[in-house]
């Protein structure tokens, strides 16, 4: 018989080998290994008539055989004698002929530290503390080990845990062990008890999992020997008696320190009321204070009520009479979705009603053949793209009613990266803390969630390198980073590993593995299945939105009956229809035990936790919980646009070049005098000025036509958490303000050089420079438009060469607007080129005056030079039937009618930007 004699610094132990075994740090593994260098399941051995094999899960550390480091999922042969290490743990292979060892003994029980325990075949070995209850009343913490397989708890003093509450009854719950752990159940008591806000009959526990009764007692159930749940000590106050007050925030002074970095400094004050109960009040939080779903006001207060759903920031408030706990979620977030549904159409449903649960500390694979629906599922599952139809909750909590409150909780990390490639990486994190991290958060406070992000990342020798020069897995690992500065407890990663190569995606996908083992849930969409044994569970979604399997990867193949993830691709594709599948699915014991057995916990009307409605449909404008100073983020983000536009140098350069280039054409293409009343051609001279409009729109639009566009993926997810639109668009356009001060000054001082203005009025010179700004930001505003409505660069680059030609048409500076009637008449109005076409004209010192009789005195080069009245009425006549509508303008009505267009472009670039929210 063969067997594993698992030896840690604590245990020494022996366990028969029949068939498989899997090792790792999660309760349903069958060695259960406390080390946190051990992935929650981290590996197995298999036993089989024609020998045994190890395999390594994809875990996150990796595992030694024999000292030399195993491949991940590849079975390799082992045998007696062979011995595998993973974190501090060995397991040696043994057989009946092995020397002596620690006996085998019947019934599985856990471990105490230094104790040998034993185990029965199939059983499970527990090699880690005892588990405990940590009891929570009336601010003072009781720690309990349990080591029966029945506690009770209750108020009478006959029970194995004794709680003198009145919220409590005699005998209020009961715990049993199941497997490595406890499931609490419901006696029959008066008040019942909450997991995640939600009340339960029963409840299976997980590590860190909080227990709450009547708001007043906490139960916080661990496995394991760190302190890291989400009730953790430090996080309770006792409740402000009338006319008192305690204040709530990331400040260690506070009366309640709420340790999360999205919490601000003075977050929020609870006050007793004079006839009892408290009312909350938001301190001008930059994440905001949130009752049932309701973004409070600042310096309003708001009387609370039991059955409220409290929020200051990410962290959950369970405020009553006995006191405030702040529960923090970032690491222990549990998702359940509830007959999830997407109806884009009355014959077009998305999603089939899925409905599943990812458990704490999950690493979940989302795949499935193209249009099955993987990117609509994340969507409803992050709260970004909601279903039309069921809820998705968080700790029992809805998200769709709450998605403001958990907005810092989520990760996203779309296809694309979501950093600028000009910054380093140091930099590029350091500009996404700004925004996203707290107003009143410290340069010190922000350095170090920096710092953190880098090293968890491991990319410490790659901070000073543009995030461009990356790799391809280096820059989504920095993508991550960005998501990692805020301690969201909840990741979704579409594709995160296309376009790896095997290598680079096996070290991402043990970057993730290792963040889920650190606490967080991970959720990433893929094609690649090679490394699907790395995750806790895989979900197939066959065409439509069909739920085909939800379960671990290893049972996956023996549930479709192949030998590799492609093959259940294929068979998806080419045996039954998608509702077959989903049918057949329902019926195993896969969906009993996987997903209806962690739903049966889950009260059907947590769906609208606390009685917050939870309608499905899009959520609010993303970033509108959020009340981060507007000239903070213009600051930020216009400091930041300044070193992307001095890292790029050769964008840089092309920008203060490109304005000098178009002007060289007046170098070459006008005599000096094209402005001369007696030397100078009317006609020349007016295309000569039509031209010195047109150019300075022309270097704005081409300046920046493409600075949306190019990084919608970028604004997107800044968005989503932190970004207001004016500060965004304002630091665009106060630096292409600050551009067109230099573009026009070249403009203006070659065409000096070119052309003689010696003829133009007094001040003639400035208003043709200010024309020229003003003609630059029309351009640049233009250009944004485009950028706003397209969704790739070559659609910009292409229709900004429509928008110039139709301010060619319309600006009167090829065809008379007359000529085109009502609608040139109208066009030419709104056309930017026209009104700059109409100033400079002014400004140069051309018009009609004089332009009559025998027009000896008309301001039009060259007509008065002419020998005779009958050739200067000709030549004027040619001039006036192409360029009337032109004279006569008043500089300032130009400048106005410019700036008001700059204006309507601004307000509807803003429009289309706050349009894409529920997109």
């Known amino acids: 018989m063969l067997a594993l004699r698992v030896r840690t610094a604590e245990a020494d132990h022996v366990i028969p080998l029949n068939g498989q075994v899997t090792v790792g740090r999660s309760p349903e593994c069958d060695i259960v290994l406390s080390d946190d260098n051990v992935s929650r399941r981290h590996a197995g051995f298999t036993s089989r008539p024609t020998g045994t094999t190890f395999m390594d899960l994809g875990s996150a550390n990796g595992s030694l055989l024999n000292g030399v480091q195993v491949e991940p999922r590849s079975p390799v042969e082992v045998h007696p004698g062979d011995v595998v290490s993973l974190g501090g743990c060995t397991i040696e292979l043994l057989s009946s002929d092995s020397p002596a060892t620690p006996g085998v003994a019947a019934a599985p029980r856990p471990l105490v530290p230094g104790q040998v325990g034993p185990s ?30 029945e506690v009770t708890a209750g108020r009478a003093d006959g029970n194995d845990i004794v709680i003198p509450a009145d919220v409590v009854s005699r005998q209020h719950l009961v715990l049993r062990r199941t497997g490595a752990t406890y499931t609490a159940f419901d006696t029959g008591s008066a008040n ?86 408290v009312a909350i009040e938001d301190l001008g939080s930059t994440n905001g204070t949130f009752v049932n779903g309701e973004q409070l006001e600042r310096g309003k207060p708001r009387p609370l009520s039991a059955t409220d759903v409290v929020f200051a920031g990410p962290v959950r408030l369970y405020v009553s009479s006995s006191g405030v706990r702040g529960e923090d979620p970032s690491r222990g977030i549990r998702l359940t979705a509830l007959r999830l549904r997407k109806q884009v159409s009355p014959a077009a449903n998305l999603l089939q009603d899925i409905s599943l649960v990812v458990e704490p500390q999950e690493f979940v694979a989302v795949v499935g053949v193209s249009g099955s629906g993987k990117s609509t599922l994340v969507g409803a599952l992050s709260g970004l793209r909601p279903a039309t139809g069921g809820d998705v909750l968080l700790n029992g909590v809805s998200l769709y009613a709450h998605f403001q409150a958990f907005r810092t909780l989520l990760g996203y990390v779309p296809q694309d ?26 340069p010190a406070e922000r350095a170090s969630r920096v710092d953190s992000a880098i090293t968890t990342l491991g990319l410490e020798e790659r901070r000073d390198v543009p995030v461009g020069r990356l790799s391809g897995g280096q820059r989504k690992r920095v993508s991550i980073g960005a998501e990692l500065l805020t301690q969201p407890g909840l990741f979704f990663l579409d594709e995160a590993t296309s376009g790896l190569d095997p290598g680079t995606e096996s070290q991402l996908m043990r970057l993730l593995r290792r963040l889920a083992d650190d606490g967080n849930t991970i959720l990433l969409i893929t094609h690649a299945t090679k490394n699907v044994m790395m995750c806790d569970r895989v979900l197939f979604l066959a065409r439509g939105g069909h739920l085909a399997y939800f379960g671990p990867p290893d049972r996956a193949l023996t549930y479709f009956g192949v030998d590799d993830f492609d093959g259940i691709y294929e068979l998806l594709e080419s045996h039954e229809s998608p509702a077959d599948w989903s049918a057949r699915f329902r019926d195993s014991a896969e969906y009993r035990e996987f997903v209806a057995r962690p739903l049966a916990g889950v009260a059907p009307a947590a769906s609208t936790a606390a009685g917050v409605a939870g309608p499905p449909g899009e959520p609010a404008p993303p970033a509108a919980g959020r009340t981060s100073g507007a000239f903070r983020q213009f600051k930020v983000l216009s400091q930041r646009y300044l070193d992307i536009i001095r890292r790029d140098r050769v964008n840089l350069g092309l920008m203060f070049a490109l304005a000098p280039a178009l002007a060289m054409i007046d170098l070459v293409a006008w005599e000096r005098s094209v402005l001369d009343p007696t030397r100078g051609i009317g006609s020349r001279a007016m295309t000569m000025l039509f031209l010195s409009a047109l150019i300075p729109f022309l270097v704005g639009a081409l300046s920046f036509v493409r600075e949306i566009v190019k990084e919608s993926a970028i604004y997107a997810r800044e968005r989503a958490v932190a970004l207001l639109i004016w500060p965004y668009l304002g630091s665009k356009i106060a630096i292409a303000t600050a551009l067109a001060l230099y573009h026009g000054a070249a ?37 944004l438009l485009i950028s706003t409505l397209t969704r790739r660069e070559e659609q910009a680059m292409m229709l900004v060469i429509g928008v110039v030609v139709l301010q060619m048409v319309f600006s009167g500076g090829l065809v008379s607007l007359d000529d085109l009637g009502v609608a040139g008449v109208v066009l030419g109005g709104v056309t930017s080129s026209a009104w700059a076409f109409k100033a400079i004209t002014t400004a140069a010192g051309l018009s009609l005056d004089g332009c009559s009789g025998d027009y000896a005195t008309c301001d039009i080069p060259g007509i008065p030079a002419l020998q005779t009245p009958a050739e200067r009425s000709l030549a004027f006549k040619g001039v006036d039937d ?23 472009l601004g307000i509807l670039i803003y429009v289309l930007q706050r349009r894409k929210d529920t997109l």
């Open 120 to 149: 029965a075949p199939g059983g499970t070995l527990v090699v880690q503390a005892r588990p405990r209850l940590e009891v929570t009343f009336a601010g003072h913490t009781t720690v309990f080990e349990l080591a029966s397989d």
């Open 192 to 277: 019942g008890f909450s997991v995640g806000g939600t009340r339960v009959a029963s409840h299976a526990l997980r590590d860190g999992d909080v227990i709450d009764i009547a708001g007043e007692v906490v139960l916080r159930f661990a496995l394991s020997a760190a302190e890291h749940g989400p009730a953790a000590a430090g996080m309770r106050a006792s409740a402000p008696a009338p006319g008192q007050s305690i204040t709530l925030g990331r400040d260690p002074a506070c009366d309640l320190p709420l340790a999360h970095p999205a919490v601000s400094l003075l977050h929020a004050r609870i006050s007793g009321l004079p006839g009892g109960g």
């Open 417 to 442: 990266d979501i950093l600028h490639p000009e910054l380093p990486v140091g930099r590029a994190l350091a500009y996404a803390a700004e925004l996203r991290l707290p107003d009143d958060s410290t």
């Open 747 to 783: 403009l203006l001082a070659i065409k000096l050089i070119a052309v003689d203005f010696s003829g133009a009025e007094a001040g003639g010179l400035v208003m043709i420079y200010v024309t020229l700004v003003l003609a630059v930001i029309s351009g640049v505003m233009w250009g």
């Open 882 to 904: 192409q360029f009337s509508s032109v004279f006569g303008a008043d500089v300032f009505v130009c400048w106005g009618a410019m700036l008001a267009i700059i204006a309507a």
